[in-house]
């Protein structure tokens, strides 16, 4: 129970009941201010200040405790600071050092009172919210100071970005919130499900708000999620199932375990063909969650592994959803008991929703899954990352190189070090997955001695892309290595465990994405393997060999740099392109190229999987060739991809899209001639192209003008066609590129 000085009774016209509560709030005021005078003591042993509602303490009282401390030469502890905060109060300055980053701004803002606070106090709130959400109460008391001082949107910015760890803070914005939907673009959204959806689909809008996007979700009636599947809305751009395993693993015991189990299977099959129709007919994603984990078997200590258990029944429903989105580019698969992770099982149902209304997920349990569906929909539409900047001292290993010597830092099987080669473990794992590696460190260049000296480091110099060690602001060096990798900043992550830097970093290059990484080493590794900007959204093959394939692209380059002319380089390369047909195989990275590519992309078509499928099912109209690379320093893998629409003796490039990796050795001139040769062993005399001019496509402008091809006249101002003829042009070819046909 707070110990507050508000009235404990009330008699309205009463004599008596005025007097009882003057009474009662004298004797409460008393108590505070005894408790005050006694803080010093109270704080060493913990106890009954945090009873105190600070709230219906006035200013006096709480200067008055900060001086008994000051006689006691005592700091006032973070703990209490955090509730007189919360509760609305300022502190001085000197009480700011040993305040967390959130209730220094907290204290700012209580500071400015009813005036509005510095531009410089709002933007960092609001950077902060994001970079590092505010805990429950505190963001709470930061929503209410900033709308009390008018800041409405840095309160709905706060409030989203705490969301749904603090949904009360959102409850506090919400008229800024609904202003600020209306600022958002739309996402309409079919929302289905076999309970009720209704608790999740009102999550939805604060999940994908805090993301940008106003979604409109369109529920489908009460456990119609097949006929949903087999019938999408038509105005719909995506689909959110919503499952449970209270609906599909249904229990009847009248007709025993086997039937249950066969009941199950039929129930899942239906599932799993509604979700393949679905995607067979449509290409818009399908967002949908595995089934989390019981709290409550059925079977007891057998129902892991009995065919009717409720444990063995859930793996074998999530096992089936996972080969669906293995199988089909559309599919996200959200897991369940990671978005549920921060609520305990006991509180991710309500019986009563259950049985009163059909709601199979409590509202804090439906509010992480609309936040991990947002979540998925972001990662799958947002820039893909690829480099990920790591710093040295105290980020990878214990300890400075310059100050502490090799031998003295810290990295290897035994603590302290064990934290640091585990976090040099997943950027080995980050880089399996196709991520690149790059250092940045203040250092002398032997720093990267240390890698292969150490005996306790799991990296090696080899494993990174690139690094910049030097004394040059890692702003710049960023940049460098940006334009060396041939990539945009938009692709980066920063790791580093200096709060300076990683500002710094984010005012002089806001592309790149800096993370707040944990101040406890021990910490991070779990950290970095949670954090979401890193997870892959789907793993090609290409993807995989990014690191290999940029290492062969620095030698190359270092060949290029030692070649006497740029001809000598090219014929040292010994470049080799395998052509084949698009297959299922190669589907997923063909599609791929044709939704990243924007340099060497002339029409800039985005191809999706169900796109160039239904072009594979179509060979007498379609011709879609790729192409494979690889030089004396490695596989570069597939880079250049074509598709052709064949109209008689007359054929369309629709696309012809190839990785910057390789431009510039003429891959696409070896592809060119090729694809012209098939084209016209069909038949076909005449190949058509267009040039649509874009802010980022200026490199392909003149692509068809120097491999033969004609300009054609045509009433379109913005794009240039072009024709080459069988009759009058040669077919391109290159001296470096040696072509091939895989069959």
């Known amino acids: 129970m707070a110990i507050t000085g508000a009235p404990v009774h009330e008699n309205q016209g009463s004599g008596l009941g005025d007097k009882m509560r003057d009474d009662a709030s004298f004797q409460l005021d008393a108590v505070i201010d005894t408790l005050v005078e006694a803080a010093p003591q109270l704080i060493r042993q913990r106890q009954l200040l945090l009873a105190i509602d600070w709230s219906k303490v006035g200013a006096q009282t709480v200067r008055r405790l900060l001086e008994r401390l000051a006689d006691a030469n005592m700091v006032l502890p973070a703990w209490l600071a955090r509730s007189i905060l919360n509760a609305g109060h300022a502190l001085p300055e000197s009480t700011a050092t040993m305040l967390a980053p959130e209730l220094q701004l907290l204290r700012q803002l209580n500071e400015a009172g009813t005036s509005h606070a510095n531009a410089q106090t709002l933007d960092r709130t609001c950077e902060l919210a994001i970079m590092a959400p505010p805990s429950g109460e505190t963001a709470a008391a930061i929503v209410r100071r900033l709308v009390e001082i008018g800041a409405g949107n840095e309160a709905c910015t706060v409030a989203l970005a705490a969301w749904p760890v603090a949904p009360r803070a959102l409850h506090l914005a919400r008229d800024a919130l609904s202003h600020r939907l209306q600022t958002l673009p739309g996402l309409k959204c079919a929302v289905a499900g076999f309970s009720t959806t209704s608790t999740f689909a009102k999550a939805l809008v604060p999940a994908f708000a805090k993301r ?50 066969s009941d199950f299977a039929a129930r899942l099959e239906a599932l799993k063909q509604a979700v393949a129709v679905y995607s067979a007919e449509s290409a818009l994603p399908l ?94 539409t947002a820039k893909p990352l690829k480099v990920v900047a790591l710093d040295f001292d105290n980020t990878l290993w214990g300890g400075v190189f310059g100050d502490d010597g090799m031998e003295r830092l810290q990295c290897g099987d035994d603590p302290p070090g064990n934290a640091f080669k585990a976090l040099q473990e997943e950027c080995l794992r980050l880089k399996a997955q196709g991520k690149l590696l790059a250092g940045l460190s203040k250092n002398n260049p032997d720093a990267l001695a240390v890698f292969e000296r150490h005996p306790g480091m799991a990296l090696r110099v080899d494993d990174f892309a690139a690094t910049a060690v030097n004394w040059q602001p890692k702003a710049d060096n960023i940049r460098t290595i940006a334009a060396d990798l041939n990539l945009g900043l938009d692709s980066f992550i920063f790791l580093d465990d200096s709060p300076h830097e990683r500002e710094a970093m984010r005012r002089l290059c806001p592309e790149v994405r800096v993370p707040e990484m944990p101040a406890d080493p021990a910490v991070r590794p779990l950290w970095l393997r949670g954090l979401i900007e890193t997870w892959p959204t789907r793993l090609t093959t290409e993807d995989m060999q990014r690191p290999a394939m940029y290492s062969a692209e620095r030698k190359a380059r270092e060949l290029r740099a030692a070649a006497s002319s740029y001809d000598d380089y090219l014929q040292g390369l010994d470049q080799r392109l395998t052509i084949e047909s698009l297959t299922l195989r190669t589907l997923p990275r063909v599609a791929q190229l044709h939704e990243r590519t924007n340099q060497f992309n002339p029409t800039t078509r985005r191809y999706s999987e169900a796109d160039l499928t239904a072009f594979m099912d179509n060979p007498e109209t379609f011709l879609t060739l790729l192409g494979a690379a690889e030089d004396r320093f490695g596989q570069h893998g597939i880079v250049i991809a074509a598709v052709a629409r064949i109209d008689g003796r007359t054929a369309h490039i629709e696309s012809l899209v190839m990785s910057c990796r390789v431009i510039a050795r003429q891959v696409e001139t070896a592809f060119l001639g090729a694809l012209i040769e098939a084209l016209c062993s069909r038949g076909v005399s005449d190949v058509v192209a267009t040039y649509r001019p874009t802010a980022k496509n200026a490199l392909v402008r003149d692509l068809y003008a120097t491999h033969g091809f004609q300009p054609l006249e045509t009433g379109d101002k913005e794009s240039s066609v072009w024709i080459w003829k069988a009759k009058d042009q040669q077919i391109p070819a290159s001296p470096f590129v040696a072509v091939e046909w895989s069959r």
Request: aromatic share 6%.
């Open 287 to 380: 967002i949908v969650n595995t089934l989390p984990a019981a709290s409550v078997p059925i079977l007891g200590h057998m129902d892991g592994y009995h065919q009717a258990g409720m444990a063995a029944l859930t793996r074998r429903a999530n096992a089936a959803l996972a080969e669906l989105a293995a199988q089909f580019a559309n599919v996200v698969l959200v897991d369940a008991d990671v978005a549920l992770s921060r609520v305990a099982h006991g509180e991710r149902s309500d019986p009563r929703l259950w049985f009163y209304g059909r709601i199979a997920y409590a509202e804090a349990a439906a509010n992480e899954l609309a936040e991990a569906f947002a979540a998925a929909w972001a990662m799958r």
């Open 212 to 261: 940008g996007i106003r979604i409109e979700p369109d529920e489908a009636p009460f456990g119609s999620a097949i006929a949903a599947l087999h019938a999408p809305a038509g105005d719909a751009q995506a689909s959110l199932l919503l499952l449970d395993a209270q609906s599909l693993i249904q229990t009847s015991w009248r007709l025993g375990l086997e039937s249950v189990a």
